[in-house]
């Protein structure tokens, strides 16, 4: 990039950040824009989006464009989540620009949204009479709870819960990876509150050759017609019957946003969100490994062994992700800033190591020729996110970039580049970079 092109980045920074990342990084992420969204969707969206119905309705061509809407050319957003990129409208999919994730701990308004179905119309969720069945093969005595009666008969837990959508980091694999091109913006660290997952297990009687627990949840698949689950995924008792893994109904001390699984949801920190089973309506407890949708190769699966880019698999050559790898993310500055050469810029950010922890985070501001080492904090409780600072000073006036690299404590650091490449295009934890330009 020459000098032009530099300057160029952060003016197009400045106006749209989406661009320049992708003109940065060759990231594809697309927001859905207000009138794509309105090209592909039905009169009751439209009257919505309006305000008001449409008395002429049945004269209006189709695929036309409201006037009154066609001007604005804004995203889309989703009511509670605005700010996010929407990358998917049907199902929802948004992620959260990397800036808007300084918190320590997320608000529910920045909580990405992963949807693989449609989810159960809001005005038909009663939390009060929800309910959750426990039942299975491996299930003694399967039990239905209502909410109530879960906070009635269990103790209550609160955790703050790092969950990380498996394909997060997708958008930069090549040869690309279908399905939503998630940037860096599908992790979110808030707390949530529930029971544990294991005291309920342990209540309905766990069979001696329990293996695997598996959820279902109320959304529905998005295919005209079809009552299949979207998703119906699990994990291995070891990780059930963890103090940390919860039935939830409360994050940040409020209700469950709609679009993160109100009224109940399970949560699993540090493993693919896609195990954090949403609007939870039945768990079963199996005698072997769960076979719900999404669970058969290539859904969150990787090769045992490491492949060329673009080589095809047959189901036994792959294996199902459990624990994520060591991550961290740049939240402040935003990238493509401007500062002055006389100050110092407080870099800050978070990190995570999927079960494992977080010993070390450095960064560099030369390409990765030299490092110096950030200040981390402890996380709070197992499975949130570790918070790291870095004083940094510039030499002189520029183009710089501030990269970050965790090492978990098992020694095991980020790449710098790509990591191994996968056809679905999961777990790229290579480090994250910003831009900053030093006046
Ligand atoms: N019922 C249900 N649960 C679900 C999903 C879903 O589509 N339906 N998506 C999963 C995936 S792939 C992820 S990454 C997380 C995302 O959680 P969030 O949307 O609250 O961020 O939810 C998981 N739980
Ligand atoms: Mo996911």
Known sequence: MDKKQEQGIHALYARDPVEADRLLWGRKAQPVTRRGFLKRSGLAAMAAALGSGIPFAHLMPQGLI????????EPFSIEGKEGLTVLNDRPINAETPAHLLDDDITPARYMFVRNNGTPPPREDI?????????AGESCQNPTTFTIAE?????????????????????SEFIPAAGGNQWTIGAVACPTFTGVRLRDVLEACGIADDAVYIGYYGADKSVSVGSDKAPISRGVPMSKALEDESLIAWAMNDEDIPYQNGYPLRLVMGGWPGSVSGKWL?????????????KMAPPSYSVPKHPVAPGTELSEEEFETIETMPVKSLITFPRSGIEHALD?????????????????TVHVSIDFGATWQEASLKDAPNRLA??????????????????????VDNEGRSQPMVLPGWNPKGYLNNACHRIAVQVA
């Open 66 to 73: 409201p006037v009154a809407l066609a001007q604005s050319d």
């Open 126 to 134: 009663d939390p009060d009479t929800w309910t959750l069945e426990i």
């Open 150 to 170: 879960l906070k009635e008969r269990f103790e209550t837990h609160t955790y703050q819960l790092q969950i990380e959508c498996g394909g997060n980091g997708r």
């Open 281 to 293: 309506s039945r768990i079963v407890i199996r005698n072997q490994k769960h076979d719900g949708a």
């Open 343 to 359: 100050q110092s810029l407080e870099v800050r950010g978070h990190a995570w190591a999927g079960d494992l922890s977080v010993s």
């Open 385 to 406: 996110w570790q918070r790291f600072t870095s004083e940094i000073t510039f030499p002189e006036p520029g183009y710089y970039e501030i990269w970050a690299r965790a």
